[in-house]
């Protein structure tokens, strides 16, 4: 019987949402187009010459067998530091250069491969989500705060935490090293064909991507047009989209609390790894207290690397818009364009063939 009324008021909750959503839709337009017209900026101006290169690579390292080689090179510091078998090292590196889901993509295809056990899985899914230095350098840093040099120290900050993450997950939550009789996929291909799948594979992640992007600034916009304090629209931000609550937070609040944002991520990035965390069976309770610790110890390491390197506040830039040059001709971006209609082609023309 109480499993019956849970299942009925979970419906009824269900059906509310959809109506309130319908409702939003129809009667403010003009919000919802304003969000995606800036989501489509930033995934235009940010994320597609940033993270895609990165995801077309990860996903090349993988398919080519290049990760076998850096797991033999970096084999004996994975296993002490993080007690992750060296096929894991190509994942670790990649998830603090490359953008939020490279990592989670990366480990994901190690498990599939059977080259990590379920349960090393979910103890990379704990630290090998990270923001990359493209976008916290460069986005944040130098175009929204203009200082390189905060930039860094954010950078730092995450990675040390991430390291941190992985390095005190390993020595308390690993078992013993017990291999599963899963069989292992060995791949055979040729560098066109570990390139054409890789840009194919990267290409749908892209995709998937925006589409949370896309409809988290179309929630952000309508939360920017209710009537709260400039506090309570930054929190709910920073718990939403990353990129927004990173916007409304500068020129409000110091370089740690924008650190702490950055670490945890917000929901937007928790959803396109959302489908890589559940597979390995970690609970998603763990994951996010993770998520949580990560942006706390980043804001700690980021305020004693601001006490042995002090930044003046004037640097700070007290706009809440970034900055954009939506016609302007980016060479990263055009490249970004150039691999994605490359991986396409190669896709469909298979496809003909059949």
Do not use: W
């Not at 510091?77 to 250069?97: H, K, N, Q, W, Y």
């Not at 929630?219 to 409304?248: D, Q, Y």
Request: with cysteine.
């Amino acid at each position: 019987m109480k499993n019956r009324i849970l299942k009925i008021l979970k419906s009824a909750l269900l059906v509310l949402f959809v109506a309130f959503c319908s409702y939003y839709l129809l009667s403010e337009p003009a919000v919802v187009s304003r969000g995606i017209k800036n989501a489509l900026a930033t995934v235009g101006g940010v994320l597609l010459p940033t993270l895609f290169p990165f995801m077309a690579l990860a996903c090349f390292i993988e398919n080519s067998g290049v990760s076998s080689f850096i797991g033999r090179a970096f084999s004996f510091p994975t296993r002490l530091l993080f007690r992750l078998p060296g096929e894991a090292s190509a994942a670790v590196i990649m998830s603090l250069v490359g953008g939020y889901p490279v990592g989670a993509r990366m480990t994901s295809q190690l498990f599939n491969d059977g080259k990590i056990t379920k349960e090393q899985a979910a103890r990379m899914y704990l630290f090998c989500i990270n923001a990359g230095p493209a976008f916290v350098i460069s986005t944040v840093g130098v175009s929204l705060l203009g200082s390189l040099r905060a930039g860094v120290i954010m950078f730092c900050s995450l990675t040390l935490s991430s390291l941190l993450t992985g390095f005190s997950a390993g020595f308390l939550f690993s078992k013993p090293v017990i291999k599963e009789k899963r069989e292992v996929k060995v791949f055979e291909k040729s560098v066109f064909e570990a390139f054409t799948k890789s840009a194919s594979q990267a290409t749908g992640g892209f995709l998937s991507v925006s589409s949370y992007v896309l409809v988290f600034s179309a929630i952000c916009e309508g939360i920017r047009a209710l009537p709260l304090s400039k506090n309570i629209t930054c929190f709910i931000f920073s718990f939403l989209e990353v990129t927004n609550g990173v916007m409304s937070a500068a020129g409000s609040f110091s370089l740690p609390v924008i650190t702490a944002i950055i670490g945890f991520g917000g929901l937007c990035v928790h959803f396109q790894v959302m489908s890589f965390v559940l597979e390995s069976g970690l609970k998603l309770r763990y994951f996010f207290v993770a998520r949580a610790v990560n942006g706390a110890l980043a804001s700690g390491i980021c305020r004693v690397l601001l006490y042995l390197f002090p930044i003046e506040l004037s640097v700070f830039s007290s706009t809440d818009k970034m900055v954009s040059a939506p016609y302007s001709i980016s060479l990263p971006c055009f490249v970004a364009f150039l691999l994605m209609s490359i991986s396409l082609i190669f896709d469909i023309a298979p496809r003909k063939k059949v």
